[in-house]
């Protein structure tokens, strides 16, 4: 068996102006995925509502999550925090680069 070593930040597009989904990891229970976000805020009226509970951890930047009850959370690098499955939210704005580590898990039914 080979083991690979692989980076984090390798591999960045720097011209997008898309957020950049990268799956790192998948099988039966969990998703592992780097997401890239350039300046990025959720459109209007749009609202997270997922099946899975999700962890992330801003690596580099920073970001401002939104509630559906009008918290905000403010993450800076090395923040992480657990969204549980069907907590609506919703990204407020990110810095022109900003790199999450999201990890989606199913819940335990």
């Known amino acids: 068996m080979a083991i690979r070593v692989e980076n984090i930040f390798a591999g960045l597009s720097r ?3 898309e957020e950049d989904f ?5 099988n ?3 998703k592992i995925e780097r997401i890239v ?5 959720s459109s209007s009226g749009f609202w997270y509502d997922q099946s899975e509970d999700e962890w ?3 690596l580099r930047g920073h970001a401002t999550l939104e509630f559906a009850g009008g918290e905000l ?3 800076k690098e090395g923040d992480h925090v657990l969204i549980p ?8 704005e990110t810095a022109p ?3 999450w580590l999201a990890v989606r898990m199913k819940t335990q039914e």
């Open 15 to 17: 011209s997008s102006t």
């Open 22 to 26: 990268q799956i790192l990891l998948q």
């Open 28 to 30: 039966k229970v969990a």
């Open 37 to 41: 976000s350039r300046s990025h805020r």
């Open 56 to 58: 992330v951890m801003i």
């Open 73 to 75: 959370i403010r993450m």
């Open 85 to 92: 499955s069907r907590v609506r939210h919703r990204v407020n």
């Open 97 to 99: 680069e900003t790199i």
